[in-house]
């Protein structure tokens, strides 16, 4: 008896130990909390584009399709950087990744201040930034949920969707001030400085997994081990790409979401202003409209993220592609060179809609793809700002071209009809159905 007790005792203490339960604050939301402040940061230079087509237009001569471009080119790698980013992350972890972005952005912001060529302005805001603001990107966000929570993944999702608004929110009037008050070249040393101000905080505060403090996830039930390095990040986001590829799922997830790139980063965030300046409304007061949709943007994607874990996500998409279809087109009759009732409707239900699409399609991308979810998402991602980085440029041409924005405006909201139907014809995975046990014969008497 003693022998069986000693033997119990021994197996029970070779146990890994599992840390007991606490009735503090989780330190997941911690986590989420100094990952929003990060995507704040990251979001600066985000609101500085729109501002600067008319100032470099007017003092360097450049088209507002060459400006376009480097816009382009910024949003593009925005998204085509992501699912690597992600990889990244898994190889040297989240906190390495994300202060190296920060600082290539801080650098590449600051390094436009110097410029005085176009081939420079695409390199420095097209193609520096834009990397940078990859490894920011939702991927990164996607990528935080997944180790730190277990359950709330749609709200925390909505939370930290919502910090680019919040960045956009905080930086706008203020970029907007300096460069109609002082000059375009201070605001971008302003962006530079607020992306450098977080690398501290992410190097002290971020951790990479809930294993490193010893804690679950939040709302595991079971302690879950730090995973192993993933080397070769480059080609298991390829390969991820070349599975997901295969399925139908992928291409309408893809497609939608290139839809509403093309109509918030390409079209609003980039060329709103420009356009309400067409119709004699002050740079400031454009900018500040645009911080209202930051505002209500939060908002809506907070509650896209509740709403997200209570009802099929398929069709919060539709309904939120066809409200901001239907705004997009009554948008041009509403510009003027004040700011009216109408306008400021169209602002308020914009900025709910503005990127309330994200909690829900990463949820399908969770549904479809499963671990891979992050990775699959920073390619949807992706084709985001691949939408946007061509709407980014054909905005500026056809402005270019036709004298207006208007074109534009109605070809985007018959865009987001199309994302709508799109959306509703997502196939549902149905779980596996374990193989019936084969039947065992009986034995003979």
């Not at 099929?312 to 409200?323: C, G």
Request: glycine share 8%; proline share 7%; net charge positive.
């Amino acid at each position: 008896m003693t022998q069986t007790t000693e033997a119990a005792q021994a197996a029970e203490d070779s146990r890994p130990v599992r840390p007991a339960p606490s009735h503090r604050v989780h330190r997941a939301w911690f986590v989420a909390a100094v990952t929003f402040v990060t995507i704040i940061g990251a979001a600066a230079f985000r609101s500085l584009p729109g501002l600067l087509i008319d100032p470099l237009h007017q003092e360097f001569h450049w088209s507002r399709g060459t400006i376009g471009a480097a816009v382009s080119i910024n949003l593009a790698l925005y998204g085509l950087t992501a699912p690597f980013a992600a990889a990244l992350m898994d190889r040297f972890g989240i906190r390495r990744v994300v202060a190296v972005a920060l600082t290539v952005i801080a650098v590449g912001s600051g390094l436009t201040v110097w410029m005085t060529a176009a081939w420079q302005l695409l390199l420095c805001w097209g193609l520096l930034v834009g990397l940078g603001s990859g490894s920011m990107a939702l991927a990164f966000a996607a990528t935080v949920t997944n180790r730190w929570f277990t359950e709330r993944k749609g709200l925390v999702t909505g939370i930290l969707t919502a910090a680019s608004a919040s960045g956009q929110l905080i930086f706008l009037p203020l970029l907007s001030w300096i460069v109609t008050e002082h000059d375009w070249r201070p605001a971008a040393v302003t962006v530079s400085l607020a992306a450098l101000a977080v690398v501290p905080f992410v190097w002290l505060l971020l951790r990479d997994h809930p294993a490193d403090v010893g804690q679950m996830p939040y709302g595991a039930t079971e302690f879950v081990p730090k995973p192993a390095p993933v080397r070769g990040a480059a080609r298991r986001a390829v390969t991820v790409l070349f599975s997901a590829v295969r399925t139908g799922p992928f291409w309408l997830l893809a497609g939608t979401f290139a839809i509403c790139g093309a109509s918030t980063n390409g079209l609003v965030q980039t060329h709103f202003v420009p356009a309400a300046h067409d119709h004699h409304m002050p740079v400031q007061a454009a900018a500040s409209l645009l911080a209202v949709i930051g505002v209500f943007d939060v908002v809506g994607t907070i509650a896209s993220g509740w709403f997200t874990d209570r009802f099929e996500p398929r069709r919060l998409l539709a309904v939120y592609y066809a409200l901001r279809g239907i705004s997009l087109l009554f948008l041009p009759m509403l510009l003027a060179p004040t700011v009216h009732p109408p306008m400021i409707f169209f602002i308020v239900f914009y900025g709910l809609d503005w990127v309330a699409t994200v909690p829900p399609t990463l949820a399908l991308c969770r549904e479809q793809y499963g671990e891979d979810s992050a990775i699959v998402f920073g390619w949807v991602l992706a084709s985001h700002q691949v939408g946007a980085a061509l709407v980014a440029f054909l905005g500026g041409f056809a402005r270019d071209r036709f004298g207006s924005y208007d074109v534009v405006w109605y070809a985007s909201g018959a865009l987001c009809a199309a994302a709508a139907l799109m959306a509703l014809v997502i196939r549902r995975r149905r779980p596996a159905v374990p193989a019936p046990a084969p039947a065992v014969s009986p034995a003979p008497a």
